[in-house]
């Protein structure tokens, strides 16, 4: 059973992508224009502060448009709705939504920059004067997720531009918000743990707009090699430099600078466990997304193959001592569960990767997808493994069969090719420098 993303021609999507950004941003600016006639936002602006809201609604409708399904779409018909886009509630007669009390506004400004990278952000801390970004959503109003769209317009592949009005009044009024503040950092570094929510989102496009220069890092490893990913082509355009754990074979001038998850291993403890097995992240969205591996999946995309999933695990059991396995926290209880009903016998421990949380060494680590565990493993001297199948990824064409060669083998070679060892102060130094530059 195929998953939506392998079924995607990712080259004629892109193509798709262009035509309806273009034709989306005509829309947008003909309504600003009716609306609130002044001080209508660029091309530019609008390019970078719609492209997540328009690439998740064009990639659902390319996948209709080549009735290309998933599990959860069955649902719609039962309840008639479909989309899935922001919600923002609170005093309609008062639409600043964003909350600047706090906003700080010094020349180099950290978006999470190196959040999970605690002493690579204390030792660059130590050597720049660097504020993080504080800017939320006014306590009296919180935005979520709804389903509002009915599946028949989408069927019959009509675009429904009324739903769009709320993001656009949401940018729109609180790029007018932002105009009150009175400067903008030089620098901006980000990482994709502290742009996309959609006050974070805003005010980054903002900034840029304002002359702000904006470096951001590499925030797994799966952003370099894969055929596409939505956030890489978000980050590719709003950066002026983009910093890399090794060669990118999406963003061709970018600055190689080594991968912190290298550097975990100082103050780790040998495991009683001879051998770890890194169970896949279990995707949280209802309808797919544009990326080219496993993450791009639905839920039910990713459950519906949990018999194969656990004939996997055990697989990789059987060929080993003494395992553990280990998941994120998020899903814990989902393991257990399938685990336990499956009779797969063999511990189940957690991390939360946001507080480091991170494992313990073992002699071998089989990582079950394709992420930076595989970095974290190799540069703690274990034995990772890429303990994945072929058809859970599409690669880059530049390094798909050397990646494949790989598969369920070990990989120090491919990690270390493409992900490059760093330490703190060597981090530190290099992103200096690449100020510098700028």
Same mark, same amino acid.
């Given at each position: 059973?195929?998953?939506?993303?392998?079924?995607?021609?990712?080259?004629?999507?892109?193509?798709?992508?262009?035509?309806?950004?273009?034709?989306?941003?005509?829309?947008?600016?003909?309504?600003?224009?009716?609306?609130?006639?002044?001080? *209508?936002?660029?091309?530019?602006?609008?390019?970078?502060?719609?492209?997540?809201?328009?690439?998740?609604?064009?990639?659902?409708?390319?996948?209709?448009?080549?009735?290309?399904?998933?599990?959860?779409?069955?649902?719609?018909?039962?309840?008639?709705?479909?989309?899935?886009?922001?919600?923002?509630?609170?005093?309609?007669?008062?639409?600043?939504?964003?909350?600047?009390?706090?906003?700080?506004?010094?020349?180099?400004?950290?978006?999470?920059?190196?959040?999970?990278?605690?002493?690579?952000?204390?030792?660059?801390?130590?050597?720049?004067?660097?504020?993080?970004?504080?800017?939320?959503?006014?306590?009296?109003?919180?935005?979520?997720?709804?389903?509002?769209?009915?599946?028949?317009?989408?069927?019959?592949?009509?675009?429904?531009?009324?739903?769009?009005?709320?993001?656009?009044?949401?940018?729109?009024?609180?790029?007018?918000?932002?105009?009150?503040?009175?400067?903008?950092?030089?620098?901006?570094?980000?990482?994709?743990?502290? *742009?996309?929510?959609?006050?974070?989102?805003?005010?980054?496009?903002?900034?840029?707009?304002?002359?702000?220069?904006?470096?951001?890092?590499?925030?797994?490893?799966?952003?370099?090699?894969?055929?596409?990913?939505?956030?890489?082509?978000?980050?590719?355009?709003?950066?002026?430099?983009?910093?890399?754990?090794?060669?990118?074979?999406?963003?061709?001038?970018?600055?190689?600078?080594?991968? &912190?998850?290298?550097?975990?291993?100082?103050?780790?403890?040998?495991?009683?466990?001879?051998?770890?097995?890194?169970?896949?992240? #279990? &995707?949280?969205?209802?309808?797919?997304?544009?990326?080219?591996?496993?993450?791009?999946?639905?839920?039910?995309?990713?459950?519906?193959?949990?018999?194969?999933?656990?004939?996997? *695990?055990?697989?990789?059991?059987?060929?080993?001592?003494?395992?553990?396995?280990?998941?994120?926290?998020?899903?814990?209880?989902?393991?257990?569960?399938?685990?336990?009903?499956?009779?797969?016998?063999?511990?189940?421990?957690?991390?939360?990767?946001?507080?480091?949380?991170?494992?313990?060494?073992?002699?071998? #680590?089989?990582?079950?997808?394709?992420?930076?565990?595989? *970095?974290?493993?190799?540069?703690?001297?274990?034995?990772?493994?890429?303990?994945?199948?072929?058809?859970?990824?599409?690669?880059?064409?530049?390094?798909?069969?050397?990646?494949?060669?790989?598969?369920?083998? &070990?990989?120090?070679?491919?990690?270390?090719?493409?992900?490059?060892?760093?330490? &703190?102060?060597?981090?530190?130094?290099?992103?200096?420098?690449?100020?510098?530059?700028?």
């Amino acid at each position: 059973m195929y998953s939506s993303f392998q079924k995607v021609d990712w080259n004629e999507y892109k193509v798709y992508y262009d035509k309806r950004e273009s034709e989306i941003i005509e829309l947008s600016i003909e309504y600003f224009k009716k609306k609130y006639s002044s001080n *209508i936002p660029s091309r530019a602006f609008l390019k970078n502060a719609l492209f997540m809201q328009i690439s998740w609604r064009s990639y659902i409708e390319y996948l209709l448009k080549k009735e290309i399904f998933w599990p959860e779409l069955s649902l719609y018909f039962d309840n008639k709705l479909f989309s899935q886009m922001f919600k923002f509630s609170g005093d309609k007669k008062n639409l600043d939504f964003l909350d600047l009390d706090y906003l700080k506004t010094d020349r180099l400004l950290s978006m999470n920059f190196l959040q999970r990278h605690s002493e690579f952000k204390d030792v660059f801390h130590k050597k720049n004067k660097i504020s993080e970004l504080n800017i939320s959503l006014k306590k009296n109003y919180f935005y979520k997720n709804r389903y509002l769209k009915k599946i028949l317009s989408i069927i019959n592949k009509k675009f429904s531009f009324k739903d769009f009005n709320n993001v656009l009044d949401f940018i729109y009024l609180n790029s007018k918000n932002l105009d009150k503040i009175k400067g903008f950092p030089d620098i901006i570094l980000a990482s994709a743990h502290g *742009i996309y929510r959609p006050e974070q989102n805003l005010y980054l496009c903002y900034a840029k707009e304002r002359g702000a220069n904006i470096i951001c890092l590499q925030p797994g490893f799966p952003h370099s090699l894969i055929k596409y990913h939505e956030q890489v082509e978000f980050e590719k355009r709003i950066s002026n430099s983009y910093l890399s754990y090794g060669p990118n074979f999406h963003i061709r001038n970018s600055e190689i600078i080594g991968s &912190p998850y290298s550097n975990k291993s100082k103050n780790k403890k040998m495991s009683i466990y001879s051998e770890k097995i890194i169970l896949p992240q #279990v &995707p949280d969205t209802l309808i797919p997304r544009p990326i080219s591996n496993y993450w791009g999946q639905s839920r039910l995309e990713f459950i519906k193959k949990e018999k194969k999933l656990i004939c996997k *695990i055990q697989e990789i059991i059987s060929n080993c001592k003494n395992p553990v396995l280990r998941c994120k926290k998020i899903d814990y209880s989902y393991y257990k569960k399938i685990l336990t009903a499956n009779k797969v016998n063999c511990n189940l421990e957690q991390g939360d990767l946001d507080k480091e949380e991170y494992f313990s060494i073992s002699n071998k #680590v089989f990582v079950m997808y394709f992420s930076s565990a595989l *970095i974290e493993a190799n540069y703690s001297d274990s034995e990772a493994f890429m303990s994945f199948q072929e058809d859970e990824i599409i690669f880059c064409n530049e390094v798909s069969d050397e990646a494949i060669s790989y598969l369920s083998k &070990p990989s120090r070679e491919f990690i270390e090719k493409y992900a490059l060892k760093t330490f &703190p102060d060597q981090f530190s130094d290099m992103v200096s420098f690449i100020m510098g530059k700028i």
